[in-house]
């Protein structure tokens, strides 16, 4: 019994480690293309406290992207549509509970909004100008495991998806799994340029993501009302 403890213990203290070492090396290349073009490169440290786990009272599990340090949270409308009580928990492992402010069912964004106040607010970039080929980071809550980051590029912009959602998306290769939806997608700047949004089922290297500025859009016009 002792034994198969120590196991388990060293088994999730590997994970860690691993884990810690896949960040590392992702934070190496991002410092070394940075360095490369001239720009100063993201933390992913840092990056990753504006990102939230949201948790409904349904079998979708997703994230979301804190866009105001007063509580306001982006994240996907599907995940959220027909849930009854949404939780969100931070990064520090906080739990509150969440109310849907607004919802935009062509792009597929939902406001979300809880009672906190100093969280980490991520800024958006301008998906105008994205590039093919442009080094990107995402992320997510893939199957409620807990935030993860994963890396790639950009493969495609303004992709139009039929029946799916009413405006091109983003097109990348970065690695997706249910509960990505509503994370963010950054540049090697630590800007959001995306809200992840889907990917294509039985196909890896098929994400899809709503533009930032799109999602601005959306945002600005919710505080107003």
Known sequence: MNYQHDKMYMDVESEFDRRALILSNIQNRIDSLAAEVGESSLEIKSIIKGVVSIIPDTPNQAAGTVVSDDGFIVTNYHVVKNAKSINVVTYEG???PAEVVKHDDKADLALLKINAAGLYELSFGNSDD???GQEVIAVGN???LGLTVTEGIIS??????EDVVDIGLIQTDVSLNPGSSGGPLLNINGEVIGIITLKIKGYEG???ATPSNYVASFLDLDKQN
């Open 94 to 96: 906080v739990s509150y």
């Open 130 to 132: 994205l590039e093919i």
């Open 142 to 144: 893939p199957i409620g």
């Open 156 to 161: 495609y912009v303004n992709r139009e998806i």
């Open 206 to 208: 098929l994400g899809f």
